[in-house]
Protein backbone atom coordinates (compact mmCIF):
# COMPACT_ATOMS: atom_id res chain seq x y z
CA UNK A 1 0.00 0.00 0.00
CA UNK A 2 2.57 2.57 1.25
CA UNK A 3 6.24 2.21 0.49
CA UNK A 4 9.46 4.65 0.52
CA UNK A 5 11.61 5.23 -2.13
CA UNK A 6 15.19 6.36 -1.30
CA UNK A 7 18.05 7.98 -3.74
CA UNK A 8 21.12 9.88 -3.81
CA UNK A 9 23.69 7.15 -2.50
CA UNK A 10 27.43 6.67 -3.66
CA UNK A 11 30.87 6.90 -3.90
CA UNK A 12 32.18 10.25 -2.66
CA UNK A 13 35.55 11.32 -1.43
CA UNK A 14 36.36 12.38 1.93
CA UNK A 15 35.47 16.36 2.71
CA UNK A 16 32.76 15.65 -0.18
CA UNK A 17 28.73 15.96 0.22
CA UNK A 18 26.24 13.80 -0.74
CA UNK A 19 22.46 14.68 -0.26
CA UNK A 20 19.34 11.46 0.09
CA UNK A 21 16.10 11.48 -0.65
CA UNK A 22 13.10 9.01 0.79
CA UNK A 23 9.72 9.82 -0.85
CA UNK A 24 6.77 8.15 0.50
CA UNK A 25 4.18 7.03 -2.03
CA UNK A 26 0.61 5.19 -1.92
CA UNK A 27 -2.36 6.00 -0.06
CA UNK A 28 -2.20 7.30 3.86
CA UNK A 29 -3.82 9.69 5.85
CA UNK A 30 -0.98 11.43 7.30
CA UNK A 31 2.52 11.07 7.94
CA UNK A 32 4.55 12.12 11.67
CA UNK A 33 8.14 11.46 12.84
CA UNK A 34 10.53 11.30 9.69
CA UNK A 35 14.49 10.25 10.13
CA UNK A 36 17.85 8.98 8.95
CA UNK A 37 19.23 5.66 9.82
CA UNK A 38 22.33 3.97 9.33
CA UNK A 39 24.05 0.76 9.76
CA UNK A 40 27.57 0.19 8.70
CA UNK A 41 28.99 -3.59 8.41
CA UNK A 42 29.29 -5.45 11.49
CA UNK A 43 27.58 -2.15 13.96
CA UNK A 44 24.48 -1.55 14.89
CA UNK A 45 21.60 0.13 12.99
CA UNK A 46 21.65 4.11 14.36
CA UNK A 47 19.79 7.08 14.18
CA UNK A 48 21.72 9.80 12.13
CA UNK A 49 18.81 12.52 12.27
CA UNK A 50 14.93 12.51 12.85
CA UNK A 51 12.81 15.74 12.20
CA UNK A 52 9.15 16.50 14.21
CA UNK A 53 6.02 17.56 11.59
CA UNK A 54 7.01 20.91 13.51
CA UNK A 55 10.60 21.05 11.94
CA UNK A 56 12.54 20.24 15.53
CA UNK A 57 14.88 18.57 14.43
CA UNK A 58 17.14 15.89 16.39
CA UNK A 59 20.87 14.61 15.11
CA UNK A 60 23.74 11.82 15.87
CA UNK A 61 26.48 13.94 18.07
CA UNK A 62 28.96 12.71 15.19
CA UNK A 63 27.36 14.68 12.47
CA UNK A 64 25.99 17.51 14.32
CA UNK A 65 26.85 20.42 12.28
CA UNK A 66 27.83 18.75 8.85
CA UNK A 67 24.27 16.75 8.03
CA UNK A 68 21.22 18.89 7.60
CA UNK A 69 17.62 17.02 7.28
CA UNK A 70 14.41 18.14 5.86
CA UNK A 71 10.96 17.66 4.59
CA UNK A 72 8.66 18.60 2.45
CA UNK A 73 5.28 17.60 3.03
CA UNK A 74 3.81 18.73 -0.10
CA UNK A 75 5.90 15.85 -1.93
CA UNK A 76 6.30 13.47 1.28
CA UNK A 77 9.95 13.33 1.34
CA UNK A 78 12.59 13.50 3.68
CA UNK A 79 15.73 14.76 2.86
CA UNK A 80 19.45 14.16 4.41
CA UNK A 81 22.51 16.67 2.97
CA UNK A 82 25.07 15.59 4.38
CA UNK A 83 28.58 17.47 3.91
CA UNK A 84 32.15 17.34 5.25
CA UNK A 85 31.89 13.32 4.27
CA UNK A 86 34.17 11.30 6.42
CA UNK A 87 34.97 7.80 5.89
CA UNK A 88 33.15 6.72 9.33
CA UNK A 89 30.08 8.16 7.69
CA UNK A 90 30.07 4.82 5.41
CA UNK A 91 26.98 2.84 5.58
CA UNK A 92 23.96 1.61 4.26
CA UNK A 93 21.19 4.83 5.19
CA UNK A 94 17.46 4.00 5.60
CA UNK A 95 14.88 6.55 6.09
CA UNK A 96 12.15 5.78 8.61
CA UNK A 97 8.74 7.43 8.53
CA UNK A 98 5.63 7.00 10.61
CA UNK A 99 2.63 6.67 8.79
CA UNK A 100 -0.52 6.66 9.56
CA UNK A 101 -3.06 4.57 6.66
CA UNK A 102 -6.15 5.70 7.59
CA UNK A 103 -7.82 8.59 9.87
CA UNK A 104 -7.79 6.93 13.65
CA UNK A 105 -5.76 4.24 12.82
CA UNK A 106 -2.00 3.43 14.38
CA UNK A 107 0.83 5.00 13.14
CA UNK A 108 3.59 2.18 11.31
CA UNK A 109 6.90 1.94 11.23
CA UNK A 110 7.75 2.63 7.28
CA UNK A 111 11.25 1.74 6.09
CA UNK A 112 13.08 2.56 2.82
CA UNK A 113 15.16 -0.13 1.09
CA UNK A 114 18.34 1.27 2.03
CA UNK A 115 20.82 3.00 0.11
CA UNK A 116 24.81 2.86 0.00
CA UNK A 117 27.14 5.76 0.76
CA UNK A 118 30.70 5.02 0.72
CA UNK A 119 33.29 7.84 1.33
CA UNK A 120 36.65 6.74 0.23
CA UNK A 121 39.98 7.89 -1.59
Known amino acids: QVHLVESGGGLVQPGGSLRLSCAASGSFFSINVMGWYRQAPGKERELVAR???????HYLDSVQGRFTISRDDARNTVYLQMNSLKPEDTAVYYCGVDIQPRYNAPFIRTWGQGTPVTVSS
Open 51 to 57: IEPGRNT
